[in-house]
């Protein structure tokens, strides 16, 4: 396997808890990359169950693998408490040394070349800030992909342009931070996107929502989560409709439109940064009338500008060759 060159160079930043069971199938799929990570840091979040043992087996033999321990705070906490665990490890690097930064997590099967391709997209393409295949579960040895939309890149494996994720000021530390982190990069002018290709597919060997509790405490957090990120109520009732048909049928869409509606009725906080909201539900109710790439389509054309005036000319200048920048 080869280490990433220098004009590829990624840094992989991973927070867990209690993985032992998956642990090794996600560092041994990562190990068997064809484009190694330059750094891969680990951040073990209190882990009781023996995470902490493999981990330190797998960073004994790979000297790129760091692990960073982090006391145990009795629970698992996802949506913030994950964000929290990225930026204990985040905060360790100088994020300038790596042109790609990746929030990876510890329950994924990932195909040998997922790595080596996603780099070469997104050099092939400067306006693509971050980026990732779609991942499936297995269900009575079926593949059951998670439908994750063409907007944004996954949750369980945000990979990022380093330039783009210091624009948009990195992940928000609240919940529904992988729906926000999307938007924000459109706002500027960057592209935000899953690939349909079956060369990046990957497992998510446990389903999306599941890591805390249930399913439906998992998709009731995620109908919060759209709360919080502003989402209208008829986009939240079609989003919620649409995963009904979905495994797991009809309670998946149903947890979703609850959460959220508990959240309304309560009047829960919102998330609030200028200009965010208006242009999320513009963009929203541009999926609903047009279909969701026509408007993915009409969006960056839009925003092409802005990126230009910003990110591009950014790029533009970090790739003069030396001595030749004024």
Request: hydrophobic share 35%; charged share 25%.
């Amino acid at each position: 396997m080869s280490q990433a060159p220098d004009s590829s160079r990624y840094c992989l930043v991973t927070p867990c808890r209690d993985e032992a069971q998956y642990a090794r199938t996600t560092l041994d799929s990562v190990v068997q990359q064809s484009l190694q990570p330059a750094l891969w840091i680990i951040v073990d979040d209190g882990s009781t169950d023996g995470t902490s043992e493999i981990l330190a087996e797998y960073a004994d033999r790979h000297e790129w693998i760091t692990v960073v321990t982090r006391k145990d705070r009795g629970e698992r906490k996802v949506g913030p408490g994950v964000i929290e665990a990225f930026y204990a490890g985040l905060d360790t690097i100088d994020m300038g040394e790596f042109d790609f930064l990746c929030k990876l997590d510890l329950d994924l099967d990932l195909p040998a070349r997922y790595f080596e391709i996603l780099v070469e997209r997104m050099n092939a393409n400067p306006r693509i800030g971050t980026a990732s295949g779609r991942p499936y579960f297995m269900q009575t040895g079926q593949k059951v992909s998670e439908k994750c939309g063409a907007e944004n890149s996954v949750g369980m494996t945000k990979f990022y342009r380093t330039l783009c994720f210091q624009e948009i000021g990195g992940f928000v530390r609240e919940v529904m931070w992988d729906g926000i982190d999307g938007h924000t990069c459109r706002m500027r002018g960057w592209i935000a996107a899953s690939f349909a290709d079956p060369q990046l597919e990957f497992e998510h060997l446990r389903p999306m929502g599941s890591s805390q509790v249930s399913l439906w405490t998992g998709r009731k957090r995620h109908g919060f989560g759209q709360w919080f990120m502003g989402t209208s109520l008829a986009y939240m009732t079609a989003s919620a409709l649409y995963r009904t048909t979905r495994p797991p049928f009809l309670v998946g869409g149903l947890a979703m439109w609850i959460g959220y509606m508990e959240a309304c009725l309560a009047r829960k906080p919102r998330y609030e940064a200028p200009g965010f909201r208006p242009f999320m539900r513009r963009f929203q109710l541009s999926c609903l009338l047009r279909g969701k790439q026509r408007a993915l389509d009409l969006i960056h054309g839009e925003q092409a500008e802005i990126w230009q005036r910003s990110a591009g000319a950014e790029l533009e200048r970090l790739n003069q060759p030396q001595g030749l920048a004024s």
